[in-house]
């Protein structure tokens, strides 16, 4: 068991969420109520990594944040260090990547929310704010807490994008599922199938504990 890799993984999914968790809920809610020119094409650029391969995501990373790239020459200006092989790049990497799964349920929850609601909020003289703190988010929560333990989950099993912009450095870019990788190709199917073993009884958990809670939700709404 490489727990270093372990940690390594578990550390960039608690920042990948944490990053993405404002963010979700601020394009969810804008995408859930807007209309804007363009909507479907923003929409389709949020979604685009859950059909595009980890792979080809990395391979455009890599080249637009590399060394002979402006934005990795600026950002190394910036941060005093290339993002490319670092473990901020994987950060970088693992938020792009997820965004479909931090939007998307965040912004179906904040659409199941009837108009009328939003209305008498309205009426009573509360805020945007107010009724986004007091009336939505207590309605959202479930959208909220199934985005974060998809993006923790998916974060952990990354392999592709990973591979590709941050390599396979020990304690700086060797995630579990790179160590998975490494395993198989020496030949150590018990530490690999170890690792895996963690993953996979992690994944269904909390898959498990996510759509139990959701659906106690769902019925006290419903009553």
């Not at 650029?45 to 990395?58: A, N, R, S």
């Not at 965040?106 to 107010?130: H, K, L, N, Y």
């Not at 959208?143 to 390599?167: D, K, N, P």
Request: charged share 15%; net charge neutral.
């Amino acid at each position: 068991m490489d727990w270093q890799a372990l940690w390594l993984s578990v550390k960039l999914s608690c920042i990948t969420v944490l990053v993405l968790l404002p963010l979700s809920v601020f394009a969810g809610r804008a995408l859930a109520y807007r209309h804007f020119r363009g909507k479907s094409w923003v929409e389709a650029l949020i979604m685009v990594p859950l059909v595009l391969p980890p792979t080809v995501i990395g391979y455009y990373l890599l080249v637009g944040l590399g060394n002979d790239s402006m934005l990795g020459r600026l950002a190394e200006q910036l941060f005093g260090q290339q993002l490319v092989f670092h473990f901020s790049g994987l950060v970088l990497a693992s938020v792009i990547v997820n965004i479909p799964f931090a939007v998307q349920p965040v912004q179906r929850a904040f659409e199941g929310i009837p108009a009328d609601i939003r209305d008498a909020a309205a009426c009573c003289g509360m805020s945007r704010w107010q009724t986004l703190w007091r009336i939505e988010l207590p309605m959202v929560w479930p959208g909220v807490l199934t985005a974060l333990v998809l993006c923790f989950s998916h974060v952990l099993g990354e392999f592709g994008v990973v591979l590709m912009m941050g390599g396979n450095i020990a304690g700086e870019t060797k995630t579990i599922s790179i160590a998975i990788y490494d395993s198989v190709q020496a030949f150590d199917f018990d530490g690999a199938g170890m690792m895996s073993l963690v993953l996979l009884l992690f994944a269904v958990t909390t898959l498990a504990l996510t759509t139990g809670l959701s659906r106690r939700v769902g019925v006290r709404h419903d009553r």
